[in-house]
């Protein structure tokens, strides 16, 4: 089963500064990181961001939010409305440890159509942001944001969804982190 991969760079980065997707991370930004262990894994490639001439000089497939202020559910409602295939794994730009065996497991468990959603639990949290989405979220997205609520966990709970937690997956807690202040990303540059 062809699965897309949806990376999320259309957040303000107020915490870090800068804009968190140019941030550089092994010679290269945090972006074109995250865009190339996605290509290595997915069948395509989406970036979500609220404007796209703000990334001109990349080479990628860009999705503007249809739906602006609500930020990275506007971002999974374009990249499902836009994306080729029936599934699509949503990461956000700003998670550069991201381990593949993670997606090894979410692909796994999505090898046929009994689950709409596959989520990574950790410490018992579900993590809206490193999970695959199936198309028939859209209705209940669009179902959200009519209701003015911006939460992507909300899909789970009216979803068929399916748990799989980060503690029973071979790779470090770590790769799930965040980096949303300068003082996280120079931990990691070290």
Known sequence: M???????????????GDDKALAIY??????????EKCRENF????????????YKQFPFEFVEDEIKGYGPLGGIY?????CETDYIFIMPTDMPLIDINIFSALKEKCNSDEYDCIVIKY???????CSIYSKKCIPVIEEL????????????????TCYLNLEDINCDSKA????????????IIE
Request: proline share 4%; net charge positive.
């Open 2 to 16: 062809n699965i897309s991969a949806g990376v999320l760079a259309g957040g303000k980065s107020s915490r870090f």
């Open 26 to 35: 092994k010679n290269t930004t945090f972006l074109e990181h995250i865009v």
């Open 43 to 54: 069948y395509k490639v989406y970036v979500s961001v609220g404007d796209k001439n703000k």
């Open 78 to 82: 374009a990249l499902l409305k836009k």
């Open 123 to 129: 410490k018992g949290k579900p993590e809206p942001l």
């Open 145 to 160: 944001i009519k209701e003015n609520i911006g939460k992507p966990r909300l899909i789970f709970e009216k979803v068929n």
């Open 176 to 187: 799930i982190n965040n980096i949303n202040t300068k003082e996280e990303f120079n931990k």
